[in-house]
């Protein structure tokens, strides 16, 4: 008996032995070179506790103010595809993990469950329905609910199936409505504003037809902007899309092709339309066109200043496009000059649709500096708007597979390397992929790459990834809110993505939620 109670105590403290030396060792960051503190103050004990004074009497503020007042204009931003880790990391791109992000100022923070009602996670299609219209339907579908399955040639079409969205219960009340995107106009996320479809792809009419599907009795995302109510009553639409608005036939201001086969120029029926309607409505496809219009008079303001999408607003800054175009934060601002002028009020969707893409592609360092763009754009809005009759929500609709790893010190660049080796003597990032085709600067034939801080240095450079895929997954965990302005206090806590507009539109007392 006693040889095996010392059996036993021998195995307690080998097991305990290795635990320690796996769990709790951490030799990369035992052998990194000594590393002086940046921040002084923080040594101290007084500095966190001022810290969290400071913090507390804020909060009580916020519950003694906390607004029960009508929001006259409602402004919700989009961040796609911008996961916690990614406000977490362009915090960091900033200058600091103490900094905070515009929107993390907001007094209120909750987080939405992204699903679809067929998928654990989502896409930017039937996330749209939700966050917008306050009904989850299935991946892939804008505008409907689950009864229509994706790629349906006639379902989506059943206004039976239909989800209208705020933008529509805006216009309904006598308010304005407008969208803004650093994506195609008729992209996922801001076609959720106004169209009805089983495929979020089918943005004209040829897509349509390649899907064996007819393009009459489905009509494409750019004629329902258009042609049907909510999009032909939009006062302000800015993005990029030029390609889904003309015909294959015709080439746009910077010589490309447009997409479709019908003939048809939308953009002209856009302003025939207006002057049919004799309202003053501009177009404009560059960032200096937009700039000669007088905003002040302007009712109706398309803006498409790409053939697909808009560029990444990091090559914008680097000079990389030779056709300027306007910044998020430029077209954010130029909308509300518009809509501004509506006593009843307003509703603008305003999306930063390339941090989800370059999150795609693995090239982590360009969606950070959109989310940093993204933000500057928030902050226009909301020094615009006052807190006491405008709400501004910010949110994503899905998050993405990046992470932040490896015990970097807090002056050293989030898009650089972490410290120290991993174990087979190799370097590696501080941000890092599940999977996506930073497989392929990860892995070669003889197993993992060298990679120096001059790649990370790139723009283009494809972070790890585990999983080989040509396209970045999204994942699946939930995503923050943030809020200012009128019932601000609604958005705290853990909900469905689909209480967001219902949230919106009792702080507006609109749609079906009023009253």
Same mark, same amino acid.
């Given at each position: 008996?006693?040889?095996?109670?010392?059996?036993?105590?021998?195995?307690?403290?080998?097991?305990?032995?290795?635990?320690?030396?796996?769990?709790?060792?951490?030799?990369?960051?035992?052998?990194?070179?000594?590393?002086?503190?940046?921040?002084?103050?923080?040594?101290?004990?007084?500095?966190?506790?001022?810290?969290a004074q400071d913090t507390l009497a804020q909060k009580l503020e916020q519950t003694e103010t906390a607004?029960?007042?009508?929001? !006259?204009?409602?402004?919700?931003?989009?961040?796609?595809?911008?996961?916690?880790?990614?406000?977490?990391?362009?915090?960091?791109?900033?200058?600091?993990?103490?900094?905070?992000?515009?929107?993390?100022?907001?007094?209120?923070?909750?987080?939405?469950?992204?699903?679809?009602?067929?998928?654990?996670?989502?896409?930017?299609?039937?996330?749209?329905?939700?966050?917008?219209?306050?009904?989850?339907?299935?991946?892939?579908?804008?505008?409907?609910?689950?009864?229509?399955?994706?790629?349906?040639?006639?379902?989506?079409?059943?206004?039976?199936?239909?989800?209208?969205?705020?933008?529509?219960?805006?216009?309904?009340?006598? !308010?304005?409505?407008?969208?803004?995107?650093?994506?195609?106009?008729?992209?996922? /996320?801001?076609?959720?504003?106004?169209?009805?479809?089983?495929?979020?792809?089918?943005?004209?009419?040829?897509?349509?037809?390649?899907?064996?599907?007819?393009?009459?009795?489905?009509?494409?995302?750019?004629?329902q902007l258009v042609e049907w109510d909510v999009g032909r009553k939009l006062k302000v639409i800015m993005?990029?899309?030029?390609?889904?608005?003309?015909?294959?036939?015709?080439?746009?201001?910077?010589?490309?092709?447009?997409?479709?086969?019908?003939?048809?120029?939308?953009?002209?029926?856009?302003?025939?339309?207006?002057?049919?309607?004799?309202?003053?409505?501009?177009?404009?496809?560059?960032?200096?066109?937009?700039?000669?219009?007088?905003?002040?008079?302007?009712?109706?303001?398309?803006?498409?200043?790409?053939?697909?999408h808009c560029p990444y607003h990091g090559d914008l800054a680097r000079g990389h496009i030779a056709l300027?175009?306007?910044?998020? /934060?430029? +077209?954010?601002?130029?909308?509300?000059?518009?809509?501004?002028?509506?006593?009843?009020?307003? $509703?603008? $969707?305003?999306?930063?649709?390339?941090?989800?893409?370059?999150?795609?592609?693995?090239?982590?360092?360009?969606?950070?500096?959109?989310?940093?763009?993204?933000?500057?754009?928030?902050?226009?809005?909301?020094?615009?708007?006052?807190?006491?009759?405008?709400?501004?929500?910010?949110?994503?609709?899905?998050?993405?597979?990046?992470?932040?790893?490896?015990?970097?010190?807090?002056?050293?660049?989030?898009?650089?390397?972490?410290?120290?080796?991993?174990?087979?003597?190799?370097?590696?990032?501080?941000?890092?992929?599940?999977?996506?085709?930073?497989?392929?600067?990860?892995?070669?034939?003889?197993?993992?790459?060298?990679?120096?801080?001059?790649?990370?240095?790139?723009? !283009?450079?494809?972070? +790890?990834?585990?999983?080989?895929?040509?396209?970045?997954?999204?994942?699946?965990?939930?995503?923050?809110?943030?809020?200012?302005?009128?019932?601000?206090?609604?958005?705290?806590?853990?909900?469905?993505?689909?209480?967001?507009?219902?949230?919106?539109?009792?702080?507006?007392?609109?749609?079906?939620?009023?009253?």
């Amino acid at each position: 008996m006693a040889h095996q109670f010392l059996s036993f105590c021998l195995f307690v403290v080998l097991v305990a032995g290795s635990a320690l030396a796996r769990d709790h060792d951490h030799p990369s960051v035992r052998a990194a070179k000594p590393h002086p503190l940046k921040y002084e103050a923080e040594r101290k004990t007084e500095f966190w506790i001022n810290k969290a004074q400071d913090t507390l009497a804020q909060k009580l503020e916020q519950t003694e103010t906390a607004s029960t007042k009508k929001a !006259k204009n409602i402004i919700m931003f989009l961040g796609d595809g911008m996961s916690v880790h990614t406000v977490t990391a362009t915090r960091n791109l900033m200058g600091d993990s103490s900094q905070q992000v515009y929107f993390e100022k907001f007094p209120y923070l909750g987080l939405s469950k992204t699903y679809c009602v067929d998928r654990q996670v989502a896409d930017s299609a039937c996330t749209a329905t939700a966050y917008l219209g306050g009904v989850k339907g299935n991946y892939g579908t804008i505008g409907v609910n689950a009864n229509v399955k994706r790629y349906h040639c006639t379902d989506g079409q059943n206004p039976a199936n239909w989800v209208d969205s705020i933008a529509k219960w805006a216009q309904d009340a006598g !308010k304005d409505a407008g969208l803004v995107t650093t994506a195609r106009v008729t992209h996922a /996320s801001p076609a959720g504003v106004y169209a009805h479809t089983a495929q979020r792809g089918w943005e004209n009419d040829a897509d349509i037809m390649s899907a064996n599907c007819s393009p009459k009795d489905n009509v494409d995302i750019a004629r329902q902007l258009v042609e049907w109510d909510v999009g032909r009553k939009l006062k302000v639409i800015m993005g990029g899309g030029r390609r889904n608005f003309i015909d294959a036939s015709v080439r746009d201001e910077e010589g490309i092709r447009g997409e479709r086969a019908d003939g048809r120029n939308l953009i002209n029926e856009w302003l025939e339309d207006k002057r049919n309607q004799n309202v003053n409505a501009s177009y404009a496809w560059s960032r200096k066109g937009l700039n000669m219009l007088d905003l002040d008079n302007t009712e109706y303001l398309l803006g498409l200043f790409s053939s697909s999408h808009c560029p990444y607003h990091g090559d914008l800054a680097r000079g990389h496009i030779a056709l300027a175009n306007p910044s998020l /934060s430029e +077209m954010t601002e130029a909308a509300l000059k518009v809509l501004k002028k509506n006593d009843k009020g307003f $509703f603008l $969707f305003v999306e930063g649709a390339r941090i989800d893409m370059a999150h795609h592609d693995t090239r982590a360092r360009k969606s950070l500096e959109d989310t940093e763009e993204f933000a500057k754009s928030v902050r226009v809005a909301r020094e615009m708007f006052s807190e006491d009759d405008t709400l501004i929500v910010v949110t994503s609709d899905h998050s993405h597979t990046m992470t932040i790893n490896g015990y970097p010190f807090r002056d050293q660049d989030i898009t650089g390397l972490a410290n120290g080796p991993a174990e087979d003597n190799l370097p590696y990032t501080i941000l890092s992929y599940a999977n996506g085709p930073g497989y392929y600067s990860t892995y070669g034939p003889n197993g993992r790459k060298l990679i120096t801080t001059k790649d990370t240095q790139n723009a !283009k450079f494809e972070y +790890m990834a585990t999983v080989p895929l040509d396209s970045e997954t999204h994942g699946g965990d939930d995503v923050g809110v943030f809020a200012s302005g009128p019932y601000a206090q609604y958005f705290s806590g853990n909900y469905e993505q689909t209480n967001i507009p219902s949230m919106m539109a009792k702080a507006a007392n609109i749609g079906p939620f009023a009253n």
